[in-house]
């Protein structure tokens, strides 16, 4: 066994895209992704001869508080035992020193309670904040259309039959067009909700890396000319993900409209499953996402905790960042 720069995307697409449901963070294009936003990226995978076992999206993270190894989506290994991940974790190790990394953050897409112990077993501690989304909110759309929406919340379901009688439509948009209004919007949405939004610049290219294999779709939903909610979403393997979204202040059900007809569009498209992207990881009305949670809900599925991230501290100054990042989590309510 020994571990190896991944060079060929076809090998790398053929084995991520056996595990269910899948996820886009593995994908090779979230690497081409990272190299457009000028991070430095590794495609690590662990090879038995000829074979290829498993793979580590690696990415070099420069920050403030200390530069760090980011692994959003890994080690993904077919047979996730100590002896391979100390073969990937050694690897990642040199990659560090090489980089002056002050730790290793990783984050297995395994389903809680499944691999934390082996992780544990190498020195890893589970980190104060958390990578991407940590719980997801997941349907299964191979049911035919009637039963999706008989499984919706009463109400979810009354908005989504209704939104015709408000004269509201929805658009696909296959070029930037679409990402300026989705701009727009998140500018709204950020005045209204006070958070920090991914910036235009992070929009435009996430949508022209994964739009060069047609793998993105911006949707707009309309009143008339005037965009009132709009999403990105990313047709992965087996998946359709709504990753970006922002809205319009009404009291229209633009945005309950906007996710039937993704839902509908991933259907169309063969996908087993469309994932609502992260909600809250408790119940509590104070979680700033509680209301987004709620919505996503509605529409029925069920919950998916990821494996969460875990931390090698490698220098002195970790503790420091822990408690910085601690502090920040909870200064967010998070």
């Given amino acids: 066994m020994e571990v190896n720069i991944v060079e060929d995307k076809k090998t790398w697409e053929d084995f991520v895209q056996r ?9 090779w294009e979230w690497g081409e992704f990272n190299k457009r936003m000028s991070r430095d990226i590794f495609r690590l995978g662990l090879w038995e ?28 290994l077919k047979d996730f035992n100590l002896k391979n991940f100390k073969i990937f974790v050694s690897e990642l190790k040199r990659i560090a020193a090489k980089v002056d990394a002050k730790f290793i953050r990783i984050r297995p897409i395994y389903l809680v309670g499944h691999v934390e112990k082996t992780i544990k077993q190498e020195g890893f501690i589970e980190s104060p904040t958390h990578v991407h989304a940590q719980v997801s909110w997941i349907l299964d759309i191979t049911k035919d259309e009637e039963q999706l929406l008989s499984e919706m919340r009463k109400s979810t379901r009354y908005l989504v039959k209704h939104t015709v009688k408000d004269g509201l439509r929805v658009e696909e948009k296959s070029n930037l067009s679409g990402v300026r209004m989705l701009e727009k919007l998140q500018k709204e949405t950020v005045q209204r ?3 920090t939004p991914f910036s235009n610049e992070y929009l435009e290219k996430e949508f022209e890396t994964f739009n060069k294999n047609k793998q993105i779709k911006v949707l707009i939903s309309f009143q008339n000319e005037q965009p009132l909610a709009a999403a990105m979403v990313i047709f992965y393997g087996d998946s359709a993900f709504y990753h970006q979204g922002a809205s319009a202040k009404t009291k229209l059900p633009a945005t309950y409209l906007l996710q039937w007809e993704m ?32 919505f996503k809900q509605g529409f029925g599925g069920f919950r998916f905790d990821y494996t ?11 503790p420091f960042i822990y408690w910085f990042e601690k502090l920040r989590q909870k200064t967010r309510g998070l």
Avoid at 308 to 318: A, E, G, R, T, V
């Fill in 19 to 27: 595990f269910s449901p899948s996820n886009f963070l593995t994908s």
């Fill in 49 to 76: 001869g000829s074979k290829l076992t498993g793979v580590c999206l690696t990415i070099v993270e420069r920050a403030k508080r200390g530069d760090f190894l980011l692994c959003p989506a890994g080690p993904l």
């Fill in 193 to 195: 909700h006070q958070f």
């Fill in 263 to 294: 839902i509908k569009k991933a259907k169309a498209l063969g996908k087993k499953y469309y994932n609502f992207w992260g909600i809250a990881s408790n119940n509590s009305s104070r979680h700033p996402w509680s209301g987004l949670t709620y």
């Fill in 308 to 318: 969460k991230p875990h931390d090698l501290p490698l220098s002195p100054f970790y």
